[in-house]
């Protein structure tokens, strides 16, 4: 065991909000030390290569492999069906993510019917290959229908809801077990837009213990499992990033077995968060015993500047160069190319917010964030 001590003055600075009545019963919260269980080390190891002096020879692998760095991409079964994506995905990165079908509502549809056929191949795919994985997501308390079951919006009862939680987590974390090298056990805890904890029926029923209870099912369903918080929209708001760093440091106070967080990095306008801000929020995350990454990147290419190939991958560069320098060890990118994503629908109209163009060839930006990988 590991103590940080006293870290937790200068982490929490912000005492509003609802991140400071989780603690069981509403204590009040008290700096103390932290005992921080060991987090599984990453596997990612650093490989000597040609990278630093041909930069241009490497794959995003390669060149995070050299750097000690995973390199992931978020993907659908259904694209294994494409040869050509297998071989890039298999070559560029180092971990994949499944976007949608490890959510519950697609594995348990109904209480008790699970089906792991997507997921199994994803996960097939990526043990044959040798790359890793990140399963996404166990609990995101404020998306239904295609995130969590409907079934789970309406439990009332706190022991039926306990159940549904336990039964779930352990069928899908002990499945994978050792296969799954890291997970999101919880995603998206703090409410959006806002800075308290989200008014998800898990909280509803459970109180904010939901959040312990998920990480001490997924940590006894497999114990070298990395476990992982997942957020959204701190990169670039202040009131967030306390409210997330205030959030980690309680949960480690509780002796919750949290091994990361993840900043999800969806840049929806195309613009760069305020310089030095990704790198102030890793630097205060990491001392708290966490790893960081950025789990889910992508930025969407403007369509109001004169070379927008160019602004997207400063912006790129920008992101990952910050979290890298602070020690992020990863960096996953939310899905292959630019034929599909999700802020396609969210614009109404193809945001090509990734690192290949939709015929899988390289932009600007996948040589920006290469390169940058390639010199560390
Ligand atoms: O598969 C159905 C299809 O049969 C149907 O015709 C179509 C009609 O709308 O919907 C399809 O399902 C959609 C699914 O994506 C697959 O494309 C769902 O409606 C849509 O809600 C779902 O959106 C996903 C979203 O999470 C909600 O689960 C996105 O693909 C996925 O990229 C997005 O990912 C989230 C992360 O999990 C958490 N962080 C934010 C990130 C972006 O929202």
Redesign the pocket.
């Known amino acids: 065991m590991l103590i940080v001590t006293a870290l937790v003055l200068a982490a929490c600075t912000d005492t509003g909000g609802d991140a400071q009545r989780d603690g069981p019963g509403g204590s009040a919260f008290t700096p103390t030390s932290i005992a921080v269980p060991n987090p599984t080390t990453t596997s990612t190891t650093r490989a000597p290569g040609p990278c630093p002096a041909r930069p241009e020879n490497c794959t995003l692998a390669m060149a995070g492999r050299a750097a000690g760095v995973r390199v992931g991409v978020?993907l659908?079964s259904a694209q294994l069906d494409d040869p050509a994506v297998r071989d890039l995905v298999r070559t560029q990165f180092s971990q994949i993510t499944p976007?949608?079908e490890l959510?519950w509502a697609q594995v348990e549809a109904e209480p008790g019917e699970f089906d792991f056929t997507a997921v199994d191949a994803l996960v097939d795919f990526a043990t044959a290959a040798g790359l890793e994985t990140r399963g996404?997501?166990l609990i995101?308390g404020q998306?239904y229908g295609?995130?969590m079951p409907d079934w789970v919006a309406g439990i009332t009862d706190p022991a039926i809801m306990e159940s549904a939680m336990r039964k779930w987590i352990r069928t899908a974390v002990g499945r994978y077990r050792g296969r799954i090298q890291r997970w999101d056990v919880v995603?998206?805890p703090l409410a959006n837009p806002g800075t308290g904890l989200d008014d998800s029926p898990f909280r509803r029923v459970l109180g904010d213990r939901y959040l312990d209870l998920a990480f001490s099912l997924a940590a006894a369903a497999d114990q070298s499992a990395q476990l992982w918080i997942?957020e959204?929209g701190v990169e670039n708001d202040p009131a967030r990033a306390d409210a997330l760093v205030e959030l980690v440091t309680r949960l480690r106070i509780r002796g919750v077995p949290l091994h990361g967080v993840g900043l999800?990095g969806?840049f929806d306008k195309g613009t760069a968060p305020v310089q030095g801000r990704i790198r102030q929020l890793v630097d205060r995350l990491r001392p708290l015993g966490v790893e960081v990454a950025m789990t889910?990147l992508d930025v969407v290419r403007r369509g109001d500047v004169s070379n927008p190939g160019r602004a997207q991958a400063d912006v790129f560069a920008q992101v990952t160069s910050e979290c890298l320098d602070g020690g992020c060890e990863e960096l996953s990118f939310?899905g292959v190319s630019d034929a599909a994503s999700?802020l396609d629908a969210q614009l109404g109209r193809p945001a090509e917010p990734l690192l290949f163009d939709a015929l899988l060839q390289p932009k600007p930006a996948y040589r920006a964030v290469r390169d940058d990988l390639a010199r560390r």
């Open positions: 978020a659908m976007e949608n959510k996404h997501t995101w998306r295609n995130g995603n998206e997942n959204i999800q969806h889910e939310w999700w």
